[in-house]
Nanobody, 117 residues
Framework: QVQLVESGGGLVQPGGSLRLSCAAS????????MGWYRQAPGKQRELVAR???????NYADFVKGRITISRDSAKNTVYLQMNRLKPEDTAVYYC???????????WGQGTQVTVSS
């Protein structure tokens, strides 16, 4: 069973930065996608950034160079570095792993990010 545990959320002022972490445990067999989604109140969950099964990255248009996804394979951890945060970035951020071969989709419990002065 795959478990994803996020950390690093919190309250930050506009223009500030946060780094989210997602630690994966269990067996995740390639090929798979892994990345971050977010859900703001009253809105649908949306992709922020992810690694594809081929190792490339996908970013949402609203990222616009402010957000970078990275990973440490030795630690089975994926990171989301968010800079120049805006109030509209306020949301619960979820880590996701989609194991293509098993057609299995895993989610973390989410971490709250609030951007406010």
């Amino acid at each position: 069973q795959v478990q994803l545990v996020e950390s690093g959320g919190g309250l930050v002022q506009p223009g500030g930065s946060l780094r989210l972490s997602c630690a994966a445990s269990g067996s995740i067999f390639a090929p798979y996608y892994m990345g971050w989604y977010r859900q703001a109140p009253g809105k649908q969950r949306e992709l922020v950034a992810r690694f594809t099964s081929g190792g490339s990255t996908n970013y949402a248009d609203f990222v616009k160079g402010r957000i970078t996804i990275s990973r440490d394979s030795a630690k089975n951890t994926v990171y989301l570095q968010m800079n120049r945060l805006k109030p509209e970035d306020t949301a619960v951020y979820y880590c996701n792993a989609w194991v293509i071969g098993a057609n299995a989709n895993y989610w973390g419990q989410g971490t709250q990010v609030t951007v406010s002065s």
